[in-house]
């Protein structure tokens, strides 16, 4: 076995591994399964999860280190060209395939995606009247946070998961599940009009994007395991921004709609396609790089935005940028951040997973650690860049002489 087959194997025990630790936080209010031997054995990794919390946290980090440990080697790999297109495709679908059916370790917010359907499918009931709490006697508000809320996202959203909810025929389990394919399905579907944008705009840079975003251990955990719709709502946007490149704009428009009515932060992306179907439109050239910093400078307000109505940032909240920054993912500027910044929002769930609680001194100990990445992103990129500029002076100099 070769170094890179070794590697993939070492990989698929890590993710595996993700798989299993994710069943540690099963809420201990959740029967998850009635099955004797399944039952006992969650019951055996609940126990690592809430009473061993210091193992727990131990194992998470480890696993989290190890993952941008083969971020980073198969990055490498593709910039050497020793990792092909179908290689990657198969680690993605393979990734996905086995993290789909993890549990929700770091979120309960696909419980609240489930209950709104339910709202409608089961109560009959508009659940942006209706919250949780109104339907006291349901067995699922014994492990649901947030279920004072009512109904906080688009239309669409609900109109995707009604179906959903029917085929589960109001059964946890299966429409846990369902819901869970529904947002992987999203995440391979990002991932592939993510490559077919790059074969329009940059097809050189295709696989390098490929591996930037879809082995992404953020949007690996938020997305594949966590279960966020922010996911969907990039899926519908990616799509129209690959009609809107090809000129189809009726199309780009209706799916950019549909991604709004999912979560609206994709409102913000709005003048980006009014500009570039401008630009088309009277036949301009089109300076890609600017389109997607500009992008990502809306999608970090989305961030912004959404952390201080929120009341504190959130992981998940960087999945809109990223999906648009992977078009400009090679430049040092977006690189290092995203690296940095990944990791250190992953580390947000350390002091919960080693205290149980987000009680005082967990918020100021997560502000210290989202401000260092922002801090350390900056000095490496500042290094980088004077680096980089005196490197070049230096060589002109030894030419010149």
Do not use: C
Request: glycine share 4%; aromatic share 22%.
């Amino acid at each position: 076995m070769d170094r890179l087959k070794l590697s993939i194997f070492s990989y698929f025990v890590v993710i595996f591994g993700l798989f299993l630790y994710s069943f540690t936080q099963i809420d201990l209010s959740l029967t998850f399964s009635r099955v004797p031997f399944l039952r006992n054995l969650i019951t055996s990794f609940q126990y690592i999860g809430y009473f061993n919390r210091p193992l727990s946290s131990y194992l998470y980090v480890g696993l989290l280190i190890s993952l941008f440990v083969f971020y980073f080697y198969f990055i490498k790999n593709a910039i050497g060209k020793k990792l092909s297109k179908k290689s990657v495709w198969k680690l993605i679908i393979m990734m996905s395939t086995i993290l789909v059916f993890s549990y929700n370790a770091f979120s309960y917010d696909i419980f609240n995606y489930i209950f709104d359907a339910k709202i409608v499918t089961y109560y009959q009931q508009n659940p942006y009247l209706h919250k949780a709490l109104d339907f006291p006697g349901d067995p699922m508000l014994s492990f649901m946070r947030w279920t004072h809320r009512v109904y906080p996202y688009g239309p669409v959203w609900l109109g995707l998961t009604i179906p959903f909810s029917y085929l589960g025929f109001n059964f946890f389990l299966p429409t846990f599940f369902l819901f869970k394919i529904l947002i992987g399905t999203s995440f391979i579907g990002s991932v592939y009009f993510i490559g077919k944008i790059f074969q329009k705009i940059s097809p050189e840079k295709e696989l390098f994007g490929l591996i930037f975003f879809g082995l992404n251990p953020l949007i690996i955990i938020e997305s594949l395991v966590s279960g966020h719709l922010d996911i969907v709502m990039v899926f519908f946007l990616l799509w129209a921004f690959y009609n809107l490149v090809n000129k189809k704009y009726l199309f780009a428009l209706i799916l950019l709609l549909i991604s709004i009515g999912i979560k609206f932060a994709t409102i913000f992306l709005i003048p980006v396609f009014v500009l570039v179907f401008a630009l088309q439109s009277t036949k301009k050239s089109i300076d890609w790089k600017f389109i997607f910093q500009l992008m990502t400078l809306l999608g970090i307000v989305t961030v912004f935005i959404a952390s201080v109505y929120s009341g504190n940032f959130q992981p998940w909240y960087l999945i809109l940028p990223l999906s648009v920054a992977v078009f400009i993912s090679k430049s040092y500027y977006i690189f290092i951040p995203t690296i940095i910044i990944s990791f250190f929002a992953l580390l947000n769930y350390v002091p919960y997973l080693y205290l149980g609680n987000w009680d005082k001194p967990v918020p100021q100990i997560l502000l210290t650690v989202n401000i260092s990445s922002y801090v350390i992103s900056g000095i490496i990129i500042g290094v980088y860049y004077l680096f980089h500029k005196y490197k070049v002076i230096f060589n002109k100099n030894d030419k010149d002489k």
